[in-house]
């Protein structure tokens, strides 16, 4: 804020303000910068970091907020969109949403800085599942009864070992159930209803090892040294306060969850009943029950190994292709089925089924319930959203009206590697502000940024170009 005009104790003030909100401006980019620059996953790569927000009410906070979201849209570098951390809007009623809330300003913000940078993502904690019945809106500490996700959807919130919390908690590991395959076995019985048993036959056998195996690798974790994980032990997870180093982990991250998860379910219900659940009402249903039957087993298997299992819908950076090859190789190529490079994501209507955003919205949302362990909801929109950031909000509206619990809008974004100039062009190929071929094409897959199409695998590829935009 200007200091003109200002005298005394309130130009004092207010200058002390500029002053404290340019330097934490400046800590929001060391931030965003570190986060992209600084490799220390496993030694060679960028940490693969999220960061909730949007419901701090304090002035503090709320200028936290809105300097992180400055810094995204002014981006890094040479104005360059940060691929980390991944970034998510909490969207609360009452808090960060309605135009009389607190946030509702820096609502609008995070969706202009979405329109241009593709984050921030939308976490709608007044779905029904995203809920606490511990959250009060005059809590201090509200955010520990606030549930957050992780990386591109990990999803960590309900527990039977502790506080219902995303806060000190994990995942511990996964496993994705390949349901086309299991589907395939099956399309040599001609009676449906025995096809489809069959199915539920296997599927129940490949829940069995699944469950047994993450519970066999959780027991090898367990065996684990407090000292062996300094930061995670000694000040993030619950309970680990109580550790000395050379006690093992055991009682510490059973608080964390195992997710099951599953790949294809378009393809899966093509193979069983001959179309996929975007197009056909009997094939929502089938597929709903099927996620269903999933559910109530990790239930089921929580009770029996005494851990937080739950249902994961996968969002397969390389498995798509990979499981495809496979199946392909041994069952041929199946219409429908085995006729592309990749298996869709988990729950999602196939990229190149036409439908409107709405369509796919009531067609995924029920599944979100079910997927407590990870999910997400893909809107692609066409044209520079960066001068619409309203088609975003609407997006988000969708999602308030569906029960949708996590969200985000895909659109293109092309950048000159030589001057800069950006926009939203499908096939540009030259810049048209100084001629060069050196374009950086952003799009995300499965939920990461990636800077150049061309580091794609063959299969996301192939997805990518059979992408139809979600238009009403």
Not at 252 to 266: E, K, M, P
Not at 443 to 456: A, C, E, K, M, S
Request: charged share 25%; glycine share 8%.
């Amino acid at each position: 804020m200007p200091l003109d005009g200002l005298q005394g104790d309130k130009r004092l003030v207010q200058h002390a303000v500029n002053q404290t909100v340019a330097r934490v401006h400046q800590a929001m980019e060391a931030f965003i910068h570190n986060m992209n620059t600084i490799h220390s996953r496993g030694g060679n790569q960028v940490v693969f970091s999220s960061i909730n927000y949007g419901t701090d009410t304090s002035a503090e906070g709320r200028c936290i907020i809105r300097e992180l979201l400055c810094s995204t849209y002014e981006g890094v570098g040479n104005g360059e969109t940060a691929i980390f951390p991944i970034q998510i809007w909490k969207k609360k009623r009452g808090v960060s949403y309605l135009p009389d809330d607190c946030n509702y300003d820096l609502y609008q913000l995070a969706c202009k800085v979405t329109a241009r940078r593709f984050f921030p993502n939308f976490l709608n904690l007044d779905a029904t599942f995203n809920q606490s019945a511990d959250w009060k809106a005059d809590d201090p500490k509200r955010y520990l009864h606030e549930v957050a996700t992780m990386g591109c959807r990990t999803r960590v919130f309900e527990n039977r070992y502790g506080p219902k919390t995303s806060v000190g908690r994990g995942n511990l590991s996964f496993s994705t159930i390949n349901i086309v395959r299991l589907a395939i076995e099956c399309m040599h019985i001609n009676d449906e209803e025995q096809r489809i048993a069959c199915f539920f036959a296997k599927l129940d056998a490949m829940l069995e090892v699944t469950a047994r195996q993450l519970h066999d690798r959780l027991e090898f974790q367990k065996t684990a040294y407090a000292k062996q994980f300094p930061l995670l032990m000694k000040s993030l997870w619950i309970g680990c306060e109580n550790l000395k180093p050379n006690d093992t982990i055991a009682s510490v991250i059973n608080q964390g969850t195992l997710g099951i998860g599953f790949i294809g379910l378009a393809e899966c219900l093509v193979a069983l009943i001959g179309k996929h659940h975007g197009e056909s009402e009997a094939a929502q249903q089938l597929g709903l029950r099927i996620v269903t039957y999933m559910r109530d087993r990790a239930n089921q298997f929580s009770e029996q190994y005494q851990h937080n299992y739950s249902v994961l819908a996968t969002p397969a950076e390389g498995l798509s292709g990979k499981f495809t090859r496979k199946d392909r190789k041994k069952f041929g190529i199946l219409p429908g089925i085995t006729d592309r490079e990749y298996y869709t994501n988990s729950n999602h209507v196939p990229v190149y089924y036409k439908c409107s955003a709405r369509h796919k919205a009531e067609v995924e949302a029920p599944y979100h319930d079910l997927t407590r362990g990870g999910h997400i909801f893909y809107v692609e929109i066409d044209g520079d959203a960066t001068h619409n950031p309203e088609v975003i909000m609407r997006v988000v509206d969708m999602m308030d009206r569906y029960n949708i619990g996590y969200g985000s809008v895909n659109h293109n974004r092309n950048r000159c590697l030589d001057c800069g100039y950006e926009n939203s062009e499908a096939t540009l190929e030259v810049c048209p502000k100084c001629g060069s071929h050196s374009i950086d094409k952003l799009q995300r897959i499965t939920g990461y940024l990636v800077g150049t199409t061309d580091r794609w695998n063959k299969a996301k590829l192939a997805e990518l170009n059979d992408r139809v935009i979600h238009e009403g």
